[in-house]
């Protein structure tokens, strides 16, 4: 623990103005006496710290609510202004590149959408990425300025410097995916695999809240799986944990052929929706459907099961493509799993769909700014229109 000493004033204010922020931020907008019951600091010392954040622009009073007529002087009661500046956070997929943009409590704003191919060649994706990144601004009517950190979640492994170095999309490892993108935004931009953002967007807003031990599987055009381990995200050394799939042996690499060369679809339906179309025949009965599922589901088992024996996590959610065919998906692969696994782990299925990626790069981009919001030796809350220059070291 940090030591301050009696003459360290400015460090112990700076302390007490973090402290001050970060209890303001829970909860209904409190009185002072409120706030500093809640944050277990003097009166004075949140009054001062309350001062500062309102001249530095992060906090406000609030307005009585409309015909409300309180009987003598109201106290004041102040709130966390989230509309000081946004995030974004973007999903750039195999079939889609998906944008949200939220306000700093991480509130919807807008958010875009864009078809893609995972035929796209680097330079078709990267120019679909800042279409729909200038779209979804455009939509809000937020300038490029007002952002103060952006989120790319992609399909692949990617190192914790924001480096592709595997991916099953062409062309791409070896590619630098903030620094390719850092000339297009004034702020931080950070780059995570797609399944691992996903996993913290479900234990943020989705299914699995309050969860400390979280397996999230992304099936899509290849299977892999995010992991959360005692609340915090695990990348491992590289940024490749939960890449199961790269295992032949565990049957993640052939999940997707049991419904993409079903027999039973015509070669004209398109590859991103003929796993739907499989589900759906399952979904009416037809039994060779219903085989296809049930293969499926017995491979996507044995890679679940080799994570469930090695973490022992505490719920696995079942996301991208997932998470539209529970109803004919959670009883076979349930069936297959149990006989795998010493503790059966709760089965969830995502509850934000195909915005959980896109909803994790958001969570990515707020907890880099929070970090350093919170980080009392930059005095970043103490400093009126302070330089987003001064959030950029990762």
């Given amino acids: 623990m940090r030591q301050i000493s009696g003459g360290d004033s400015t460090a112990l204010r700076r302390i007490n103005t973090v402290t001050t922020l970060r209890t303001l931020r829970i909860g209904d907008p409190p009185t002072l006496t409120e706030l500093a019951k809640r944050s277990g600091l003097s009166r004075p010392a949140v009054e001062s710290a309350v001062d500062d954040l309102m001249e530095a622009g992060w906090v406000a009073d609030v307005a009585p609510s409309a015909g409300e007529r309180p009987v003598g002087r109201p106290a004041r009661r102040f709130r966390f202004r989230a509309e000081s500046g946004f995030v974004l956070g973007i999903d750039i997929g195999a079939y889609k590149v998906l944008t949200c943009l939220t306000d700093l409590d991480g509130r919807q704003i807008a958010s875009y959408r864009a078809t893609a191919s995972p035929s796209d060649d680097r330079q078709t994706r990267?120019?679909?990425?800042?279409?729909?990144?200038?779209?979804?601004?455009?939509?809000?009517?937020?300038?490029?300025?007002?952002?103060?950190?952006?989120?790319?979640?992609?399909?692949?492994?990617?190192?914790?410097?924001?480096?592709?170095?595997?991916?099953?999309?062409?062309?791409?490892?070896?590619?630098?995916?903030?620094?390719?993108?850092?000339?297009?935004?004034?702020?931080?931009?950070?780059?995570?695999?797609?399944?691992?953002?996903?996993?913290?967007?479900?234990?943020?807003?989705?299914?699995?809240?309050?969860?400390?031990?979280?397996?999230?599987?992304?099936?899509?055009?290849?299977?892999?799986?995010?992991?959360?381990?005692?609340?915090?995200?695990?990348?491992?050394?590289?940024?490749?944990s939960g890449e199961t799939g790269a295992l032949p042996h565990l049957g993640w690499a052939r999940t997707q052929d049991h419904l993409q060369n079903f027999p039973g679809l015509t070669d004209d339906v398109p590859a991103q929706s003929r796993a739907e179309q499989v589900f759906s025949l399952a979904r009416s009965g037809e039994r060779a459907a219903l085989d296809a599922v049930d293969a499926y589901t017995a491979d996507l088992a044995v890679g679940i099961a080799a994570i469930v024996l090695t973490i022992d996590p505490e719920v696995v959610v079942l996301g991208g493509g997932l998470w539209r065919s529970s109803d004919v998906l959670l009883e076979p692969l349930r069936r297959h799993l149990e006989p795998l696994c010493l503790i059966m782990p709760r089965l969830e299925v995502?509850?934000?769909?195909?915005?959980?990626?896109?909803?994790?790069?958001?969570?990515?981009?707020?907890?880099?700014?929070?970090?350093?919001?919170?980080?009392?030796?930059r005095m970043l809350l103490q400093s009126p229109g302070f330089s987003k220059a001064d959030l950029i070291t990762r």
């Fill in 126 to 240: 990267l120019a679909a990425v800042r279409e729909a990144a200038r779209r979804c601004l455009a939509e809000a009517g937020v300038a490029e300025s007002q952002l103060w950190a952006v989120g790319l979640a992609f399909p692949g492994v990617v190192s914790r410097d924001g480096r592709v170095l595997f991916s099953s999309l062409v062309d791409w490892a070896g590619q630098d995916l903030a620094a390719e993108f850092a000339a297009d935004f004034p702020c931080p931009v950070l780059a995570e695999n797609d399944c691992n953002v996903a996993a913290l967007a479900e234990r943020w807003r989705g299914a699995v809240q309050g969860s400390d031990d979280v397996v999230y599987v992304l099936s899509g055009l290849r299977t892999g799986a995010g992991l959360v381990l005692g609340g915090r995200l695990h990348r491992g050394h590289i940024g490749a």
């Fill in 350 to 377: 995502s509850a934000l769909g195909d915005q959980s990626v896109a909803l994790g790069a958001v969570r990515v981009a707020l907890t880099h700014l929070e970090e350093r919001l919170y980080d009392p030796d």
